[in-house]
Nanobody
Framework: QVQLVESGGGLVQAGGSLRLSCEAS????????MGWYRQAPGKQRELVAD???????NYADSVKGRFTISRGNAKNTVYLQMNSLKPEDTAVYYC????????????WGQGTQVTVSS
């Protein structure tokens, strides 16, 4: 059974930084795409960033220039470096992945809370 486990969330002051990590287990295959979504209270879940195995990245406009997604040397790991954090970045951040493109990605982590205080 494929499992994604996030870590690295927490409480930080505005302007600070956090690094989220996601590690997958339960598969011998490499995910083609891995990424991060977030969901703030009362809002829909939204894509933050994702990255293909080939290195192609995609970012939400709200995080461009502040967040950086990267894939680890270890298979099926992904990171999100978040700099210049703002209170509006407060949300539960979820790791997400799939082996193919063109369908809703079925693999999700349990989420990690990021809280940015003003």
């Amino acid at each position: 059974q494929v499992q994604l486990v996030e870590s690295g969330g927490g409480l930080v002051q505005a302007g600070g930084s956090l690094r989220l990590s996601c590690e997958a287990s339960g598969t011998a295959f490499s995910f083609y795409v891995m990424g991060w979504y977030r969901q703030a209270p009362g809002k829909q879940r939204e894509l933050v960033a994702d990255m293909s195995e080939a290195g192609r990245t995609n970012y939400a406009d709200s995080v461009k220039g502040r967040f950086t997604i990267s894939r680890g040397n270890a298979k099926n790991t992904v990171y999100l470096q978040m700099n210049s954090l703002k209170p509006e970045d407060t949300a539960v951040y979820y790791c997400n992945a799939d082996f193919v493109v063109g369908r809703p990605r079925p693999y999700w982590g349990q989420g990690t809370q990021v809280t940015v205080s003003s």
